[in-house]
């Protein structure tokens, strides 16, 4: 099945190296379809697709991914424990860094993999504070299911977290730097973390 070749390239995208934002209007699933919906015409585009194009596609897509997603939130998470640890400036500093892996990252696999799908939309769970918006892919043969995590922050919903196919970013996120710092040493998380980050600008 395609999801299985899908979600493990998505993640080791994500993980290869083991916020400010601006608030949506309207409920849990207008923000979402909004975010997607500026991410489809980013795609459809009709540009040309050489190197210089698609770059050029990864920046709006960047953009895109940078004012609808909580990183502040993110972040924390992500860090799980080790965030009691830090002060305001090395907190910044991790935020930073992971903010800019995630927006390259998820900018690339969304150039990939999302193209002229049709997302169809289930509808919500959860509280008022922390909502679920509940989407499917849909592909010729297979249906890939992806959840957005909804909180409020900075005066409006923003993205906290994705799951895809039952697996959450921001878990996994976290699985994987906590295994480093447990196994080195948080110093060591943050020393791989910018050297791919100085890739992905190379």
């Known amino acids: 099945m395609k999801t299985r070749v899908f979600l493990p390239l998505m993640l080791a995208g994500l993980f290869a190296v083991l916020g400010q934002?601006?608030?949506?209007?309207?409920?849990?699933?207008?923000?979402?379809?909004?975010?997607?919906?500026?991410?489809?015409?980013?795609?459809?585009?009709?540009?040309?697709?050489?190197?210089?194009?698609?770059?050029?596609?990864?920046?709006?897509?960047?953009?895109?991914?940078?004012?609808?997603?909580?990183?502040?939130?993110?972040?924390?998470?992500?860090?799980?424990?080790?965030?009691?640890?830090?002060?305001?400036?090395?907190?910044?500093?991790?935020?930073?860094?992971?903010?800019?892996?995630?927006?390259?990252?998820?900018?690339?696999?969304?150039?990939?993999?999302?193209?002229?799908?049709?997302?169809t939309y289930l509808g919500e769970a959860g509280a008022e504070d922390r909502v679920t918006v509940r989407t499917v892919i849909q592909r010729v043969n297979e249906e890939i299911p992806v959840d957005y995590v909804l909180a409020r922050g900075g005066g409006g919903l923003q993205v906290r977290d994705v799951s895809i196919d039952g697996v959450s970013i921001v878990a996994n996120y976290q699985k994987s730097f906590s295994r480093v710092i447990r196994q080195e040493s948080y110093e060591s998380l943050l020393k791989k973390m910018k050297l791919q980050q100085a890739a992905g600008r190379s």
């Open 21 to 119: 934002t601006v608030a949506g209007a309207g409920g849990p699933t207008e923000v979402v379809r909004k975010m997607l919906d500026e991410v489809m015409t980013v795609q459809s585009n009709p540009a040309p697709q050489d190197q210089p194009s698609r770059a050029a596609r990864r920046a709006e897509i960047r953009k895109v991914i940078l004012k609808n997603f909580n990183f502040d939130e993110m972040a924390r998470q992500a860090l799980g424990q080790q965030w009691d640890a830090l002060d305001g400036a090395r907190r910044a500093e991790f935020k930073s860094v992971f903010q800019d892996l995630f927006l390259d990252s998820y900018s690339r696999l969304v150039l990939d993999f999302l193209k002229k799908e049709r997302i």
